[in-house]
């Protein structure tokens, strides 16, 4: 693969940094003093993180429009990073309603419900990923512990 300055940025986006840059040599050279350095590297800053915000939301853009599994993956692997947790159901949701069958979607879908206190969602995720492929060990693992909860919930309630 070839390295081209637009597989990092956009035609906008290297013109945002290129101009901070500018501007930052052009203040740190005519105003010499310790404060102009650091207002010069807060001017290149703010562009590198304006840049970078709009590439983020035009990625995220072309992953939604894309909508095939793979790029809802990606996308699902940007929200994971971010800890969205709400974004992340949507879009495992999203991959279920394409491939009804997709074991990984159903399992991080399942711990997400049951991370959100939706267990019996969990539950009946996890079940699913049993009826598709009996030998799934972390479906397994996730009916066990929810089926245990379950029993200890029902022990604490008779006392």
Do not use: C, W
């Given at each position: 693969?070839?390295?081209?300055?637009?597989?990092?940025?956009?035609?906008?986006?290297?013109f945002?940094?290129?101009?901070?840059?500018?501007?930052?040599?052009?203040?740190?050279?005519?105003?010499?003093?310790?404060?102009?350095?650091?207002?010069?590297?807060?001017?290149?800053?703010?562009?590198i993180?304006?840049?970078?915000?709009?590439?983020?939301?035009?990625?995220?853009?072309?992953?939604?429009?894309?909508?095939?599994?793979?790029?809802?993956?990606?996308?699902?692997?940007?929200?994971?990073?971010?800890?969205?947790?709400?974004?992340?159901?949507?879009?495992y949701?999203?991959?279920?309603?394409?491939?009804?069958?997709?074991?990984?979607?159903?399992?991080?879908?399942?711990?997400?419900?049951?991370?959100?206190?939706?267990?019996?969602?969990?539950?009946?995720?996890?079940?699913?990923?049993?009826?598709?492929?009996?030998?799934?060990?972390?479906?397994?693992?996730?009916?066990?512990?929810?089926m245990?909860?379950?029993?200890?919930?029902?022990?604490?309630?008779?006392?």
């Amino acid at each position: 693969m070839n390295f081209e300055i637009s597989n990092l940025f956009s035609f906008a986006g290297v013109f945002i940094i290129l101009f901070s840059i500018f501007i930052s040599f052009f203040i740190s050279r005519e105003v010499k003093t310790s404060f102009s350095y650091l207002i010069s590297f807060l001017i290149i800053l703010t562009g590198i993180f304006v840049v970078l915000k709009d590439e983020r939301k035009t990625l995220i853009n072309q992953l939604e429009a894309s909508g095939d599994i793979n790029s809802l993956y990606k996308l699902a692997s940007i929200y994971q990073s971010e800890e969205n947790v709400p974004e992340l159901i949507r879009v495992y949701t999203r991959i279920i309603e394409k491939n009804p069958e997709d074991e990984t979607a159903l399992l991080n879908l399942s711990v997400l419900m049951i991370h959100t206190g939706n267990k019996e969602i969990g539950l009946q995720l996890a079940k699913k990923v049993i009826s598709i492929n009996p030998e799934n060990k972390r479906a397994k693992e996730i009916i066990e512990i929810l089926m245990d909860s379950k029993i200890k919930q029902k022990g604490d309630s008779e006392r």
